[in-house]
């Protein structure tokens, strides 16, 4: 199929209380386990590709990394019958407007470091470039920190506030908003309760889909009492990197001789799918497709 805007498919999960996954891809072969892993479980999924991931991809140049992964996103999807949105991820503003004209079927901004005025206008704005091309809109408000492997102080997380919440989706009309709930982004082990109380004032008053960053790090528990409570995306990526980077290196610690990308490249990506698989049927999403 050709990529799709993911909306009406998270719309659908709101309805009847599932998720759809977010999955970020670094790598051509992350990219096609996730597909794969949709095809497998006839469920709608979402690649998206982070700031740090295209500038990886782009070797130093983020938009050169957008045109990879456009036309990856693109290859991608139509290889398969399962429907597959292509997101762009706590995007910088230049970096949304490119994402939109390359044709990217949903786009964050990640208002990180502006003003609650700042980061209202700017969404606003990238909203209505979005909505132009029929794209989903997701910001944040908030903070899930990114304390990329460095300590990091938990009682400083900022969390939601249900009135900030509300004031920013009606003064910017995104379709979906990203909050902060006390999960933190890279962590390797699931130790991490959201404070549910918070998830529920927030959704008693902001009718939008609300999106859970940073799952790896969230105890399943919690990650399913979300689900109910209505979070209906939720974004991967340790996880799936753990995966990936674990079978390459079981390949390459089994045999120091071997020098073929692709003998251990490819269970990365088998490794990689089989765990997309995984949180799409945790998620509830497995066979919604069909
Ligand atoms: O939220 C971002 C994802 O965890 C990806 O992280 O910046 O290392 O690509 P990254
Ligand atoms: P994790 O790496 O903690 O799974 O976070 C994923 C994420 O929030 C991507 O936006
Ligand atoms: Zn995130």
Redesign the pocket.
């Known amino acids: 199929m050709t990529l799709q805007n993911v909306l009406p498919w998270i719309l659908r999960a709101r309805q009847e209380c599932w998720a759809v996954g977010?999955f970020?891809a670094n790598t051509l072969e992350q990219a096609q386990a996730i597909v794969q892993a949709a095809q497998a479980e006839e469920a709608p999924a979402i690649i998206?590709v982070?700031h740090r991931a295209l500038t990886y991809i782009g070797s130093g140049n983020e938009i050169q990394g957008l045109k990879y992964i456009a036309a990856i996103g693109k290859v991608a999807a139509e290889s398969v019958t399962a429907p597959i949105a292509l997101h762009l991820?706590?995007g910088m503003e230049r970096e949304v407007l490119q994402a939109l004209a390359l044709g990217f079927t949903s786009v964050m901004f990640d208002g990180d470091g502006y003003s609650f005025e700042e980061n209202i206008s700017i969404t606003k704005r990238l909203c209505e470039a979005a909505h132009s091309v029929g794209a989903c809109m997701e910001a944040e408000v908030g903070e899930?920190p990114k304390p990329d492997g460095k300590e990091f102080d938990g009682s400083a997380i900022a969390l939601t506030q249900p009135e900030e919440a509300v004031q920013f989706t009606e003064a910017t009309e995104i379709d979906t908003l990203a909050v902060a709930l006390g999960?933190?982004?890279?962590?390797k082990t699931k130790q991490i309760s959201l404070d549910l109380e918070c998830l529920a004032a927030i959704r008693s008053r902001v009718s939008i889909p609300l999106v859970l960053?940073?799952?790896?790090?969230v105890s399943d528990n919690d990650i399913k009492l979300g689900i109910a409570m209505g979070l209906c995306k939720v974004?991967?990526?340790?996880?799936l990197?753990q995966a990936f980077t674990g079978a390459i290196r079981d390949v390459l610690n089994g045999d120091g001789d071997l020098v073929d990308p692709r003998k251990y490249l490819a269970p990365g990506r088998n490794a990689q799918m089989e765990i997309v698989r995984e949180r799409i049927r945790f998620f509830g999403a497995s066979g919604k497709a069909r």
């Open positions: 977010a970020n998206q982070s991820d706590h899930v999960s933190v982004h890279g962590l960053h940073g799952s790896s790090g974004n991967v990526a340790t996880q990197n």
